[in-house]
């Protein structure tokens, strides 16, 4: 069974959405026996699709409409846009008999509404991105993309995005990430000897301003900083003194082993992350998490399990350290609730199935 993957991004770097396709894939491989295969112009996609021996074909049509400038580009384009990439579907669906596809970007899901007519097999879009930002609302392809949806099985992974196309007429699936608990359990923590090691904050993502890594940073000048990530400021965080940048390796079990470094991890994103699956592994691992209200996963945490802060508030986020260090009873504790809570609700899955019940389902539009 082949599935098609498609991906066309404003911006191609490593971060939770491509992990969380990457795993689900590989899994749904292991677990059904499925052949991904990927077209569009994401770097990180063509790069990981090729080291696992997937199937890849690059194809240049458009960004994903989110700035001025790419939405004027994609006005007057489109028509040729949609041509190349419908041509390429078609030409991969003759080579690999394609069973479903999967689509990331917006692009695609309001431009080839002839294309879902015709494709007589079942269509998954997952939203990953906030559905109730300016370029969604002002979109002026809005209005296709509302069209076209009824072709597909549309998902989120928070109930606000659900609301937020509800009101304009999209009927959308929830399923919330989930990671693996097994593996994550499998891996030994090293203990650290508080004596001599350092204290370490930690957190996760694309370097970029929106994640809010100087929030971080400026509450923690005793103290080393942990980032795991790839992006822009990398070179702007290397010239803190306090800031370690450690590689965002796509070997999970690496991963891990440089997330469980940390002594408490800080979730500071200053605009609305839909989910949040960083924040999720960190619990997994039992590390203190300290976390703002930006995150999707917060609406089903509660305070005994995770420290909820307001880190663009420096003092109030000093405050928290400080808290999570002379309480370490407390801490533990709250760890051992948020690990028990998010075993039960997040393990990968039930997530799995249901992405699989739904690639292998057509979508009723009568």
């Given at each position: 069974?082949?599935?098609?993957?498609?991906?066309?991004?404003?911006?191609?770097?490593?971060?939770?959405?491509?992990?969380?396709?990457?795993?689900?894939?590989?899994?749904?491989?292991?677990?059904?026996?499925?052949?991904?295969?990927?077209?569009g112009s994401c770097k990180v996609f063509l790069k990981e699709f090729q080291k696992?021996?997937?199937?890849?074909?690059?194809?240049?049509?458009?960004?994903?409409?989110?700035?001025?400038?790419?939405?004027?580009?994609?006005?007057?384009?489109?028509?040729?846009?949609?041509?190349?990439?419908?041509?390429?579907?078609?030409?991969?669906?003759?080579?690999?008999?394609?069973?479903?596809?999967?689509?990331?970007?917006?692009?695609?899901?309001?431009?080839?509404?002839?294309?879902?007519?015709?494709?007589?097999?079942?269509?998954?879009?997952?939203?990953?991105?906030?559905?109730?930002?300016?370029?969604?609302?002002?979109?002026?392809?809005?209005?296709?993309?509302?069209?076209?949806?009824?072709?597909?099985?549309?998902?989120?992974?928070?109930?606000?995005?659900?609301?937020?196309?509800?009101?304009?007429?999209?009927?959308?699936?929830?399923?919330?990430?989930?990671?693996?608990?097994?593996?994550?359990?499998?891996?030994?923590?090293?203990?650290?000897?508080?004596?001599?090691?350092?204290?370490?904050?930690?957190?996760?993502?694309?370097?970029?301003?929106?994640?809010?890594?100087?929030?971080?940073?400026?509450?923690?000048?005793?103290?080393?900083?942990?980032?795991?990530?790839?992006?822009?400021?990398?070179?702007?965080?290397?010239?803190?003194?306090?800031?370690?940048?450690?590689?965002?390796?796509?070997?999970?079990?690496?991963?891990?082993?440089?997330?469980?470094?940390?002594?408490?991890?800080?979730?500071?994103?200053?605009?609305?992350?839909?989910?949040?699956?960083?924040?999720?592994?960190?619990?997994?691992?039992?590390?203190?998490?300290?976390?703002?209200?930006?995150?999707?996963?917060?609406?089903?945490?509660?305070?005994?399990?995770?420290?909820?802060?307001?880190?663009?508030?420096?003092?109030?986020?000093?405050?928290?350290?400080?808290?999570?260090?002379?309480?370490?009873?407390?801490?533990?504790?709250?760890?051992?609730?948020?690990?028990?809570?998010?075993?039960?609700?997040?393990?990968?899955?039930?997530?799995?199935?249901?992405?699989?019940?739904?690639?292998?389902?057509?979508?009723?539009?009568?």
């Amino acid at each position: 069974m082949n599935i098609l993957i498609t991906r066309f991004p404003y911006q191609s770097a490593l971060g939770g959405e491509e992990m969380h396709t990457l795993h689900l894939f590989e899994d749904l491989q292991k677990t059904y026996n499925i052949q991904p295969v990927f077209l569009g112009s994401c770097k990180v996609f063509l790069k990981e699709f090729q080291k696992r021996g997937w199937k890849s074909y690059k194809l240049s049509a458009g960004k994903m409409t989110v700035t001025p400038k790419e939405m004027i580009k994609n006005i007057l384009l489109f028509p040729w846009y949609k041509y190349k990439i419908m041509k390429k579907i078609q030409e991969i669906e003759n080579t690999h008999s394609i069973s479903a596809i999967y689509i990331h970007s917006f692009n695609e899901k309001a431009w080839l509404g002839s294309f879902f007519e015709k494709f007589q097999k079942p269509i998954v879009w997952v939203e990953h991105q906030e559905l109730g930002r300016r370029w969604f609302e002002s979109n002026p392809f809005r209005s296709l993309y509302v069209k076209n949806s009824r072709y597909a099985h549309v998902i989120c992974n928070n109930d606000k995005d659900i609301q937020c196309l509800k009101k304009i007429g999209v009927e959308a699936h929830k399923i919330e990430n989930s990671i693996d608990f097994d593996l994550i359990d499998s891996i030994t923590r090293q203990k650290k000897d508080p004596n001599t090691a350092p204290f370490t904050i930690g957190c996760t993502g694309r370097l970029v301003p929106d994640k809010g890594f100087l929030d971080i940073v400026n509450a923690n000048k005793q103290h080393t900083v942990h980032i795991i990530g790839e992006g822009e400021m990398k070179e702007t965080l290397k010239t803190y003194p306090n800031i370690e940048i450690l590689p965002f390796s796509t070997n999970y079990p690496q991963y891990l082993e440089n997330l469980q470094k940390f002594d408490i991890y800080i979730a500071a994103s200053r605009v609305y992350e839909t989910f949040g699956v960083a924040p999720l592994e960190a619990i997994a691992c039992k590390i203190p998490v300290i976390i703002n209200h930006n995150y999707g996963i917060g609406q089903h945490l509660t305070e005994e399990m995770v420290y909820f802060c307001e880190t663009s508030n420096t003092e109030a986020l000093q405050k928290t350290i400080e808290q999570i260090i002379n309480n370490p009873r407390e801490t533990q504790e709250k760890s051992e609730k948020a690990y028990a809570f998010a075993k039960e609700r997040w393990d990968k899955t039930n997530m799995n199935t249901q992405y699989w019940k739904l690639l292998n389902t057509k979508k009723d539009i009568s």
